[in-house]
């Protein structure tokens, strides 16, 4: 029997705009278990992205409980969300949100530091997943040395460097062409492959497949949750 990593129950996220109150999530309940290869998709306005933002501990609900991993998070302090969101999330952005002046390595390690690793331990499992993802030979270059879809590569390897138990990826292929993002995609499922629960934002129905769930926003509610495999 499967755990699960993520509980959500009766989840709101509310934001106010000038007299009125936008109610973007409306009740959301919501479990997700442990190795789950998850899509999450909707229109813009779904509230997707604000829900993607709660699973990430970036965003605290209005309203309802988050059980992530076993703690619940909705009840945590900014402080203590940090800590989570190093320890248990691997994030993988659109726009890679790479450090330009710093090689792919140090970039790989940074989350490393915040976790209060060595730099020894830092450098040695940064140059691991690195080699995982393909890249040992670029190791030294630069964001702007790199094509998109190397870049996004070295996103995808500072991801993984904490070993979290969850990686987030928000429009992972965004900005990368077809062939790019075929590639990115082949490079999720292998890590999904090696046990990691994976959860994706996508708008695209194509890099949704990848997934074996499919959950559809609409007007801040799921509409449909679909097994895909």
Not at 172 to 200: C, Q, R, W, Y
Request: glycine fraction near 8%; charge should be negative.
């Amino acid at each position: 029997m499967s755990q699960p990593i993520i509980e959500i129950k009766g989840i709101t996220r509310d934001f106010p705009l000038g007299e009125e109150v936008i109610h973007v999530l409306k009740g959301i309940d919501l479990t997700i278990n442990k190795g789950e290869y998850v899509a999450l998709m909707g229109p813009s306005g779904s509230g997707k992205s604000t829900l993607m933002n709660l699973l990430g501990c970036l965003d605290t609900p209005t309203s309802g409980s988050y059980n992530l991993n076993g703690q619940f998070v909705s009840e945590l302090h900014d402080d203590e969300l940090a800590e989570i969101r190093n320890k248990e999330i691997g994030f993988v952005f659109q726009t890679f949100n790479l450090m330009p002046r710093t090689t792919a390595l140090d970039n790989v390690a940074l989350p490393m530091v915040y976790a209060g690793k060595s730099k020894e331990e830092r450098n040695k499992r940064a140059t691991e997943v690195l080699t995982q993802v393909g890249l040992d030979d670029r190791m030294d270059h630069k964001p702007n040395q790199l094509s998109g879809g190397q870049r996004q590569r070295v996103a995808v390897a500072r991801a993984l460097v904490n070993n979290p138990a969850i990686i987030l990826a928000d429009e992972p292929t965004g900005n990368l062409d077809s062939k790019t993002s075929v590639e990115i995609m082949n490079l999720f499922d292998e890590i999904h492959a090696n046990g990691n629960t994976v959860i994706l934002v996508t708008h695209e129905e194509d890099i949704a497949e990848h997934a074996h769930r499919i959950i559809r926003l609409r007007d801040g509610m799921i509409e449909t949750d679909v097994k895909n495999k």
